[in-house]
């Protein structure tokens, strides 16, 4: 079976904090994909981020930084300095390498306060 | 490009009519996909198709059909409409192999 589950309902920081968002996922398949979506108050759902089961590198981009443990099952994303912009709702998610679904978790709302 | 389209934008239905989202895409995109998304809530599948003339179900197919006679169109087929799919419904389509969705704006969806 696969799971995303993202425990952080809401979270709040004041600009400039730091934050990270947690995902925790469940596969038993050895080859699988993860992904980062961010879903700004304008609805529209942007493809963030993109990471192999066979690639545990963690990547930064710009204030985004990901990173990837296979040991704890996790996919965690940190917002470094957080702007107003990054107000949003992210969500996680699984594609197993033998399907064709997309397992997504319930999203982390974020809300940055100036 | 365009990406991945969606109409309309909004609409409102009463209870027992229906209606066909449009999904295009012009990415050559093989698989396509639709999900709603409630108030508050995750993304949940309703159908998904790997290619023209292949569909299939998801999590909540229930109340929906689908058709993929072209590689381009998705059409999403609401029958009967019940207050139980006011939602915001997302069309995606993925590459071959094991790449990243990409979204159409959604159509928000009221049925009273």
């Known amino acids: 079976a696969q799971k995303v589950t993202q425990a952080q309902t809401e979270i709040s920081v004041v600009e400039k904090e730091d934050v990270t968002l947690d995902c925790v996922y469940e596969?038993?398949?050895?080859?699988?994909?993860l992904f980062w979506y961010k879903q700004p108050p304008s609805g529209e759902l942007v493809f963030l981020i993109r990471r192999n089961s066979f690639d545990e590198q963690n990547e930064i981009s710009g204030r985004y930084s990901w990173n990837f443990q296979k040991s704890t099952s996790s996919f965690n994303f940190t917002i470094t300095a957080s702007q107003v912009v990054d107000s949003a709702v992210y969500f996680c998610a699984l594609r197993s390498g033998t399907g064709n679904q997309f397992y997504f978790g319930t999203g982390t709302s974020l809300t940055v306060i100036p | 490009n365009a990406g991945v389209t969606q109409t309309p934008k909004f609409r409102i239905l009463k209870i027992g009519q229906s209606m066909t989202l449009q999904c295009t895409q012009d990415m050559n995109h093989n698989y396509m996909y639709w999900y709603r998304q409630d108030p508050g809530m995750g993304l949940k599948l309703i159908y998904y198709s790997v290619g023209a003339g292949i569909t299939d179900k998801g999590e909540v197919p229930n109340g929906y059909n689908v058709s993929r006679s072209t590689t381009e169109d998705f059409p999403l087929r609401l029958e009967l409409a019940a207050p139980s799919q006011t939602s915001v419904y997302f069309c995606?389509?993925?590459?071959?192999?094991?790449?990243?969705?990409?979204f159409g704006p959604g159509t928000r969806l009221t049925v009273t």
């Open positions: 596969t038993r398949d050895t080859t699988y994909y």
């Open positions: 995606a389509t993925s590459g071959t192999g094991f790449y990243e969705q990409y």
